[in-house]
């Protein structure tokens, strides 16, 4: 992947309050849905948790899909899925591609469900 696309992959990143603090903006949701819907599927999902937690926060391609029960060519699909989504980066280094969870991105999801604003808490 090009340090333009990991720039657009960046920049889909946004701060994000709370659902129950504050309205999402139009963009803001666009964003969010984005990412929430290449997660929604088992494989990326599982994909996204295997580079996530690999040994040096990277992973290589030939070590993503260990375990995984589909094809090369599926896998590879996935994975720029998460990356057009700007959940992933990746680097190319010789013939293998590294993939890296983008920060940013898990700190928006993180931001949007997290546990510091129960939706029980909400005053009715």
Do not use: F
């Not at 993939?99 to 931001?111: E, F, G, H, I, K």
């Amino acid at each position: 992947m090009s340090k333009s696309s990991d720039r657009v992959a960046e920049s889909r990143c946004c701060e994000v309050a709370p659902l129950v603090r504050e309205p999402l903006s139009a963009q803001g949701a666009t964003e969010l849905a984005g990412m929430l819907k290449a997660l929604a599927d088992p494989v990326r999902l599982r994909l996204l948790s295997v580079v996530a937690s690999h040994t040096g926060g990277e992973a290589c391609v030939c070590d993503i899909s260990v375990g995984i029960t589909v094809g090369q060519p599926t896998v590879s699909h996935h994975l720029k899925v998460l990356r057009n989504a700007g959940l992933l980066t990746s680097e190319r280094r010789g013939s293998w591609v590294y993939y890296r969870v983008n920060p940013q991105a898990m700190q928006s999801l993180s931001t949007l469900l997290g546990a510091d604003s129960p939706i029980g808490s909400v005053a009715r």
